[in-house]
Structures are given as C-alpha cells and as structure tokens.
C-alpha cells in the first residue's frame, strides 16, 4: 500500500477496530444473503463474519494478507485500488 491510501488506512487502523467490525455487523443484520465485496479486506478481518451467509469476495494489495483471508473461505483477490479491481458493477 502506498500513498494517500496507505496514510488513510493507518489514521482509521486503531484501537477502534473492534469496534468497528461489530457496528458494521450490526448494520448489515438486516440484508440478505447474496454476494458480499470487502474492499481493502486485508486477513478477512470483517469479511470473515459474512462467510457462509453468501459469496464474499475480498480484494486487497497485500498477498501476505489475502493468503490469510483464503484461509477463511473468502474468496481474496489481489487488486490496486488506485487502478482498479476486476469486477463489473451489478
């Protein structure tokens, strides 16, 4: 990760991370199973809880992070943001 992008996800990578991942659970108790796309997915951190409730799909930079989130269930593509990722709007 490099950048503008790099320095944005470290100012939003803190001690709030738990946090987060329960509120975005939480926000999304109500939605139907269907397909799930984890932008910037990292390990599967989030994605992880969503497995099992539809596809989910990740894309991440970092190889060493998306090998971990396989592991998972998630379906991990290697992408960059800054050029974009493999996938057509629906």
Same mark, same amino acid.
């Given at each position: 990760?490099?950048?503008?992008?790099?320095?944005?996800?470290?100012?939003?990578? +803190?001690?709030?991370?738990?946090?987060?991942?329960?509120?975005?659970? #939480?926000?999304?108790?109500?939605?139907? %199973?269907?397909?799930?796309? +984890?932008?910037?997915?990292? +390990? !599967?951190?989030?994605?992880?809880?969503?497995? !099992?409730?539809?596809?989910?799909?990740?894309? +991440?930079?970092? #190889?060493?992070?998306?090998?971990? %989130?396989? #592991?998972?269930?998630?379906? %991990?593509?290697? %992408?960059?943001?800054?050029?974009?990722?493999?996938?057509?709007?629906?």
């Amino acid at each position: 990760m490099r950048g503008k992008l790099k320095h944005e996800f470290e100012e939003i990578h +803190d001690e709030n991370h738990f946090t987060r991942k329960e509120r975005i659970i #939480e926000l999304c108790e109500g939605i139907k %199973a269907g397909k799930i796309l +984890d932008v910037g997915c990292g +390990d !599967g951190f989030i994605s992880e809880e969503f497995v !099992g409730k539809g596809d989910v799909y990740g894309v +991440d930079i970092s #190889e060493k992070r998306l090998k971990v %989130a396989r #592991e998972k269930g998630i379906k %991990a593509i290697r %992408a960059d943001l800054e050029t974009g990722i493999p996938f057509r709007a629906s």
